[in-house]
């Protein structure tokens, strides 16, 4: 089974701040793990995504993120902050494919992001 | 625009109504996807669809009746919902035999159950 918690539902940062969110994931394999964005009245789109290769992985809009093993995290980072990163964001797991792999992502609550000028 | 369309936007229906949602994808993906937003929860699984073939229910209630005629439209068949079925439903799809799960999300459709 994997979960995920994403710790803060609400993070509140300054327009040039830097962006810190974080994901913690359970998994019994090693995982895949994801981090999507949500804006206002739309879909989720995928921010990046790890899949066993580089630990440190660079996505969309700047933002990165780095998968740390030893304390199964998968946190979001983003050096400095601009207004149209207000959205809310999802960190998600799965496990990799094979056999019958379904895309079964299991996602994290959200964290809604706040971007003050 | 991320290539998976779903309508209506938005739908009001009574706890009496029968209504369906669609979902329509231009990628050329073999797999999709229903999933439910409900506030403060995190996003619920309900099926998956693998080559037209449901390959996932997620313990969902019968109320609620996917049906996939083909790899390119999905449908979510809705009757006697309950207030609590009051959500976003949104749609994915994405091509699993590359070993590739990104998923492509439609912008959903906001229910309201009165």
């Known amino acids: 089974a994997q979960s995920v918690t994403q710790l803060g539902s609400h993070v509140s940062v300054s327009e040039g701040a830097l962006v810190l969110l974080r994901c913690n994931y359970s998994?019994?394999?090693?995982?895949?793990l994801f981090w999507y964005v949500q804006y206002p009245n739309q879909g989720l789109q995928l921010l990046l995504k790890?899949?066993?290769?580089?630990?440190l992985v660079k996505g969309i809009n700047g933002f990165e993120a780095e998968f740390k093993k030893s304390e199964t995290s998968f946190h979001l980072t983003k050096p400095s902050a601009h207004m149209s990163d207000a959205a809310e964001y999802f960190c998600a797991v799965s496990v990799p494919p094979g056999g019958t792999s379904y895309g079964k992502l299991t996602f994290g609550q959200g964290t809604i992001l706040t971007v003050h000028p | 625009e991320t290539g998976v369309t779903q309508t209506p936007r938005h739908l009001v229906m009574g706890m009496t109504n029968k209504k369906s949602l669609k979902c329509e994808q231009h990628?050329?993906?073999?797999?999709m996807y229903w999933y439910k937003q409900s506030a403060k929860k995190p996003l619920e699984l309900m099926f998956v669809y693998n080559f037209k073939e449901q390959t996932e229910n997620n313990s969902v209630p019968s109320r609620f009746s996917p049906e996939c005629p083909n790899s390119s439209h999905l449908f979510l068949h809705l009757h006697t919902l309950q207030p609590e079925d009051s959500a976003l439903y949104l749609c994915a799809s994405s091509q699993i035999d590359r070993g590739n799960e990104k998923l492509f999300f439609g912008s959903g459709t906001q229910l309201s159950v009165l």
């Open positions: 990628l050329g993906h073999n797999a």
């Open positions: 790890y899949t066993s290769a580089a630990t």
């Open positions: 998994s019994s394999v090693p995982p895949y």
